[in-house]
């Protein structure tokens, strides 16, 4: 394939309600979208997940504009790619900046896949027809109303929950959840609020019977996790820490976790996240798709990889009822009974709603 023209488009999408982690609260979410057109026509789809504040990485929506305009793009433009697999050496030069390299080369992906005419989960290996869902909870008002909010996931089928911690909002919670609900697969997410200073208040955690602590330290590190996860019995699961291949491999050697969750953003695409998800399987170690509040187009990204074998616990891809008024693609992601139906048609499965699109699109720049 050859990339002819590209379009950037920087939209705004209200949510249903605020979420709140140990870092701020968001009530919208801004994102990029990348439609890549090749020579024959096709269209291709990606989608940028980078916050408009550097919360979770250094990127910001931003950033990652800056990337692809004056690095990413020329690269690619009029450039022949047999594979997407190449786009990873091709981008081999630019440092980090793995959502800037994840938008654009998750849309060559779509664009392979349509020409191969498979789905984007059977060019990734994906087997599975459909995938567990869990749903991740931000810090809620009261504990009543995070219970209450549980409930009702549980009724809807989600096969797990994920509940957001800090301290001073943390032991006690989980209490309060274990005494209402014991049963619940639980897990939580420190998105690196702590340190080993409060390691009697982590290892207070192995008595809930909890599937992991995610990130419970700092974003960078590897070497006080594996301290930590020595005085846990409950695994460890990092995310900020693995932004590539080689981060997962020295984490597994040093023992830091228990499970790894991949967010393609994170790690710099699909191609990169699939090598840590057979990486993993080799080594034992589990892996789950979590979630950057993405609309449909890097929804369908996370169901496509989502399918591959190692994904055995549920991921934080909802349905997008869950956080949109209404999603950008048609049909809109369905949870059913906690699952979600991979799709078999050809590319990532869902269509782009040109008309909810332009509504919500705040700019647009064409690239050729």
Not at 251 to 264: H, Q
């Amino acid at each position: 394939m050859k990339l002819e023209q590209i379009i950037v488009r920087h939209i705004k999408m209200p949510m249903k309600a605020p979420f709140t982690t140990s870092f701020g609260t968001i009530d919208e979410k801004e994102l990029l979208l990348i439609e890549a057109i090749d020579q024959s026509g096709t269209v291709g789809w990606g989608e940028a997940v980078a916050f408009v504040a550097p919360w979770y990485t250094e990127e910001t929506l931003k950033t990652t504009w800056h990337m692809l305009e004056d690095y990413l793009i020329p690269i690619l433009l009029h450039k022949e790619v047999g594979h997407p697999d190449e786009v990873s050496a091709l981008f081999s030069s630019i440092r980090r900046n793995c959502m800037a390299k994840s938008s654009i080369e998750g849309a060559i992906w779509d664009i392979y896949a349509q020409q191969t005419k498979q789905s984007l989960a059977q060019v990734l290996g994906g087997d599975k027809e459909q995938i567990e869902v869990g749903v991740s909870v931000g810090i809620q008002s009261s504990t009543e109303a995070l219970i209450d909010l549980l409930k009702g996931h549980v009724n809807k089928g989600y096969k797990r929950v994920k509940v957001k911690i800090k301290p001073g909002h943390d032991v006690d919670v989980i209490r309060a959840i274990r005494a209402e609900m014991p049963d619940l697969p639980l897990m939580v997410d420190a998105n690196s609020a702590y340190s080993l200073s409060d390691m009697d208040v982590l290892q207070q955690l192995d008595a809930f019977n909890l599937l992991m602590i995610e990130q419970p330290l700092a974003v960078d590190d590897i070497v006080d996790h594996a301290k930590l996860q020595r005085k846990l019995k409950t695994p460890i699961c990092l995310d900020e820490s693995i932004t590539s291949y080689e981060d997962a491999r020295k984490a597994i050697e040093l023992g830091s976790c228990g499970v790894i969750n991949i967010k393609i953003g994170r790690v710099g695409g699909l191609t990169e996240a699939r090598r840590i998800h057979d990486l993993c399987k080799e080594n034992n170690i589990p892996v789950w798709c979590g979630g950057m509040l993405e609309a449909g187009i890097g929804r369908a990204h996370n169901i496509a990889l989502t399918s591959l074998s190692n994904f055995v616990l549920p991921g934080d891809t909802a349905g997008s009822s869950h956080y949109w008024y209404e999603d950008i693609i048609t049909p809109e992601v369905i949870v059913e009974d906690g699952y979600i139906r991979v799709p078999q048609t050809i590319g990532i499965g869902y269509t782009p709603n040109m008309k909810v699109i332009e509504k919500l699109t705040i700019s647009r720049k064409v690239y050729q």
